[in-house]
C-alpha cells in the first residue's frame, strides 16, 4: 500500500521559510558581528601601539640632505627666517608638536641635552602646531626658541613625519644626524655617545609613577 505525501499546508511552509530565513539572517548577523569585533581588535592594537610606544616610521630625514634656510613664525606670530648654512656651530633641530605625547615625555632629554651641548650647537624647536606654541614655550623653558611652520612640506627635503625628532645639521646646512622618536633604548645611547652627554631618559608614564 502505498503512502501518498501531503502536501504542507500553506501556513506552515511559509512557518517553514520563516525559520529558514530567520537562521539564514541570524548566521549573517553572527558572520557580520564577528567581522567587525576583529576589525575593532586590530583598531584597539594600533592604538596602543600609537600610544604605547615611541613614534617611529619608515620615512625618516636622510643624512646629508641640504637644507639651507626657512620661513617660519616665533611665538609671537611675527615671520622669521631661519638660517642653516654659513653658521658658527651645527644646529640641533628639535621636531616637536605640543599635543604629543612622546614630546611630552621626552622632554627631559632634550632640556638636558640644550643645557649640556649648548656650547657647541645652536639649538631650535620646529612645530606644526602654532595656536598653542606660545602657551607650550613658556610653560616648558627647554631652553631654546621655538618656531613654527604652517606645513612640514616647507621643508621636503627633511621628510619629516612623525614627532618627536631630533636633526643635527652641520654649519654649512647638510643633514649629519637624524634621531626620529623619544629617545630611549639604543637611540639613547647612541645620543648620548654621539653629543658625549648623559641623559635622563624619558618621563615615566603616570601610571608607572
Known sequence: MFSESIPL???LEKTAHSRIDKHLILSLLLVGSMGLNLLLGYEVRDLRIH?????????????GASVFSLQASDTGGR???IDFSSQPKPTVLYVLNPKCH???????????LAKLAGDRYRFLGLSLDEGTLKE?????????PIYSISSYGMLPQLELGGTPETIVVSE???VLRAWLGGLTG?????VEKYFAVSLPGLTPELGNL
Do not use: H, M
Open 9 to 11: 499546508r500553506p501556513s
Open 79 to 81: 615671520p622669521i627666517r
Open 186 to 190: 639604543d637611540e639613547l645611547k647612541d
Open 172 to 174: 654649512n646646512g647638510k
Open 136 to 144: 607650550y614655550a613658556k610653560s616648558q623653558q627647554l631652553g631654546f
Open 51 to 63: 600610544f604605547l610606544l615611541p613614534v617611529r616610521t619608515d620615512v625618516a630625514t636622510v643624512v
Open 102 to 112: 612622546w614630546c611630552a615625555r621626552n622632554v627631559d632629554n632634550i632640556k638636558a
